[in-house]
């Protein structure tokens, strides 16, 4: 549905040239949801608006939905949807009339153009304030009308960027509710994120970006699966009782001893904590605490780049 | 024509939203009427004329000339406020015409600046201004080109600019000496011949003689086709400038 090689933009700004994007290689099947995971200034949002149409870039190419982007961009924009991440309502306009204007810009009928955008507003659950100026909804439910604005030409992709920053919980679950029903309906997703819970639990493959390159790709499972096992967390009084203990039991690939813990890292953390329980209480040194840490899509950025996504 | 459809939907909604905040409709009309009711009388013994009709006949010109000119430099704040919200890129993915995207905006700045126009002449026809219908509508013309330029130009400086703080001062620095050299508020026949010499080099001021020609009932005037042909230039130069701007900016 998109396949990118070598995509590549730089800006020039007073300070010099940002290269924002080095080189990206893309495949993104139909019917999936894509998942772009990476810290600020990683060069997501970039590339989202070179996919649709708004930037040139400076290399490489890209065919999205059959249409390429370089030849074609024109075809390109019919095929796809755009959402932006800092949203795209205007404060005095209702949200039925940003959805008509938006469907007939595609060269929608009007009377198409209002059904469409009756049935829009009841699939996102807007009805109830469709005609009310844009400026008086809560986050949530603008963001759900910048959505709703993305796919009311019944797009084949549509890019989402950053649907549901600055959400609270609640409205962050209802999104991704939102976004399922998209790919029920068989529109491709593109999201970027830059929080690791989503991109584990709502996409289907998932690109960490990371200083304008990919440095991972694969589905959540399969990335984290990389990562070998799990860490077993012991919080002790005295780490060096624990730590001879344990030091040489054959399911601990590896120990490490810090002020008032140890970390064992082990293959399978769910059969490990019995055995090192026992393994303590026979040494009779006291527990303090016990944490399984199983392997985030953190863990994966910190291995590819010597930093965490939470830090950066 | 997919180009005027697209220009229609966008001169719609512009039109729309701007009937939708009524302080514009009031500072719209109320300015030009205090020039008229306040200023204008000051003028028949400072231009020498007998009359109040002929002091009409040279101010009510210049100050619908002076409305379209500032009318139309001032509208790329809103549009800066649109870049901000997100809806020029909301427009900009969609297939529909770049040139559409600018030509709504400021026809609709155009058609709010002849409705303005409307009101104010018929505030000066009953201080006896008296113009033939023919000659009023080729200085509306007129008017209209001068609102689409000045409103295309200042769109297009607001798309390379993005930012109000840039936009204003720029905006100023144009409108100061365009404002002094065309003769807009007072003709500049009694100027000494250096300035005269200055003020040809403005377009504005070949488009206020040409008005003021034309409400004075002399309509084979040169100053009236010059005025319009120089006008129709400039405004199909700016409307296409800013046009590529859609097409290409950045944000
Ligand atoms: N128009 C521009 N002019 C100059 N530099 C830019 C421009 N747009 C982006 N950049 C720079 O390019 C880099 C990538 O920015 P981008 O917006 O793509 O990041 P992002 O991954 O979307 O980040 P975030 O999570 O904060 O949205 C940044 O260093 C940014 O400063
Ligand atoms: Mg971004």
Known sequence: MIETRGLRKSFTTRQGAVEAVRGVDLTIDEGEIFGFLGPN???KTTTLRMLATLIEPDGGSAVIAGADLRTSPGEVRRRIGYVAQGGATWDDSTAREELVLQARLYGISKAEARTRAARVLDGFQLAGYADR???TYSGGQRRRVDIALGIIHDPRVVFLDEPTTGLDPQSRAHMWDEIRRLRAEGITIFITTHYLDEADALCDRVSIMDNGEIVASGTPAALKREISG????VGVASPALAAEALGSAPFVNKLETHEDSIRLYVDDGASAIPLVLRALDAAAVPLG????HRPSLDDVFLTRTGRSLRES | ???LRDTWL???RQALLLLRNPVWILVGVFQPVMYLLLFAPLLKPALGVRTNAEAYEIFVPGLLVLLAIFGGLFQGFGLIAELRAGVIERSRVTPVSRLALLLGRSLRD????????????????????RVVLGNLLLAYLMLALISLMTSAMSYGVALAVKSEDVLAPLMNTVAQPVLLLSGILLPLTFAPGWLQGVADWNPFSWAVDGTRALFRGDLGAPAVWQGLVIMAVLAVAAVTWAARLFARSVR
Do not use: H, N, P, W
């Open chain 1, 41 to 43: 200034g990683a060069g």
């Open chain 1, 289 to 292: 605490t016990i944490e399984l």
């Open chain 2, 10 to 12: 966008i001169f719609q």
């Open chain 1, 230 to 233: 799990d860490v077993v967390r």
């Open chain 1, 133 to 135: 100026k844009c400026k």
């Open chain 2, 1 to 3: 024509m997919k180009l």
């Open chain 2, 110 to 129: 155009t058609v709010s600046l002849l409705s303005q126009a409307v009101i104010i002449t018929l505030l000066a026809l009953a201080f006896d201004l």
